[in-house]
C-alpha cells in the first residue's frame, strides 16, 4: 500500500514539474499522460488491500503497522485529493479517507460539504 501511495506521489511531482516546465518554456516534447482511470484504479488498490486487511490492523500486534499507515495516508490523502480534480480520482482518494480518523481529512470533509454533487 505504501509503495503504491509512493508512486502517486511521484506522479504528482512529475505533474507539478511538468508544468512548471511548460510555464518556463515551451516544449514541443510529449510525455505520456498517466491515464486517470489508471490513477483512480491504483487509488482502489489501496482501499482493496486496506479493506482485505483491516480485521488484522485491528489487532494489539498490528498497532505500530495501522498508525504506520495512517500517518503516511494521513499526508498524502489530500495531496492526492487536491491534485488530481477528476471524478474517478476524487472519489477513489474520499473512499481511501474513509479509513482514516475523522480529524486527519478535514480538508476533505471541508470540499465535500461545500460540494454536494461528490
Given amino acids: 500500500m505504501l509503495s503504491?501511495?509512493?508512486y502517486l506521489l511521484r506522479i504528482f511531482a512529475k505533474?507539478?514539474?511538468k508544468q512548471e516546465k511548460e510555464r518556463e518554456e515551451e516544449?514541443?516534447?510529449e510525455e505520456e499522460e498517466i491515464s486517470t482511470v489508471v490513477l483512480a484504479g491504483l487509488i482502489e488498490v489501496i482501499v482493496i488491500l486496506w479493506e482485505g486487511k483491516i480485521e488484522?490492523?485491528?489487532k494489539p500486534s498490528s498497532k505500530k503497522v495501522k498508525s504506520k499507515l495512517i500517518s503516511e495516508f494521513t499526508s498524502s490523502v489530500?495531496?492526492?485529493f487536491n491534485s488530481f480534480?477528476?471524478?474517478p480520482?476524487?472519489?477513489a482518494t474520499i473512499t481511501l479517507a474513509s479509513y482514516l480518523p475523522y480529524k486527519a481529512v478535514s480538508r476533505i470533509r471541508y470540499v465535500c460539504t461545500k460540494?454536494?454533487?461528490?
Fill in 89 to 91: 480520482c476524487r472519489l
Fill in 115 to 118: 460540494n454536494r454533487e461528490l
Fill in 4 to 6: 503504491i501511495n509512493s
Fill in 15 to 17: 505533474k507539478e514539474d
Fill in 56 to 58: 488484522e490492523l485491528e
Fill in 85 to 87: 480534480p477528476e471524478e
Fill in 27 to 29: 516544449q514541443e516534447e
Fill in 78 to 80: 489530500p495531496t492526492l
